[in-house]
């Protein structure tokens, strides 16, 4: 009987990708069975300071344990509702330790564009690429996007770019509904804040979460929705999402439809 010839550097490597290991957090392996034998962390509690509006989220030091979801979905809620800025807004995001997202990922991906424009797109969460560059799509399917918006005139800086998870999700996994939640007043706030004519949802996670519906894209693609800021009305349609047309591209035809009803309605309003 043979024996089996070890990987190969090129086939190990390979294989990490395939299972989603595309990045190092630390620059040396760590034993994670000779950590199970180390005494448990000692939890520090920073002493209490007076902080001026707005208000940031209660830290939470990382490498511990993040609070439990419903705490940090009401910290959430309560940071975004004082925002007054988008410049604001980012920085209690950049403080914000309740999504356990943030501790793998390498940076906050808060937007890219023009905060003024008066059409806003919205997706669910940075790749490899804007998890690097620290901006939402500028991967392939951001190229593809850039080309989809520039045919009906549109460029980013006349548009807003965002997702609804500002963190890169471990491996590019789906984020969890919790951590869905948790991010989910921040980007309302961030819908609020730039107040745009029309919102464009990018794919079925950033659709159902942000216009309340279980219908999949196939349903939703195409069809006006309102959404509610709580100040005011947003014309909002969903589209194809630019990575799923780029392994899908046979859908691309429907996905022109959607960008021409985007700009006859930029065109009316």
Known sequence: MMPELAPTVRELLAFYLEAGVDCALVEEPV??????DAPPPVTRVAPPVETPRPVAAPAVIRGEAAPAPDVAIATAREAARTA???EALRELMQNFDGCALKNTAT??????????????????APGRDEDIEGLPFVGR????????????????TTAYIANVIPWRPPGNRTPTPQETQICLPFIQRQIELVNPDVLVTLGNPSTQTL???????MRTRGRW??????????????TFHPAYLLRSPAYKRLAWQDLRAIAKALALS
């Open 31 to 36: 034993d994670r069975l000779a950590e199970a």
């Open 84 to 86: 007054p800025t988008l």
């Open 107 to 124: 940076r906050l991906v808060f937007a890219d564009g023009n905060p003024r424009a008066r059409i806003m797109f919205v997706g669910e």
């Open 141 to 156: 399917s951001g190229k593809l996007l850039d080309h989809m918006i520039g045919a009906i005139g549109l460029n980013r």
């Open 211 to 217: 216009l309340s519906t279980r219908e999949g894209i």
């Open 225 to 238: 929705f309102d959404y509610d800021t709580g100040a005011r009305m947003i014309r909002a349609l969903p």
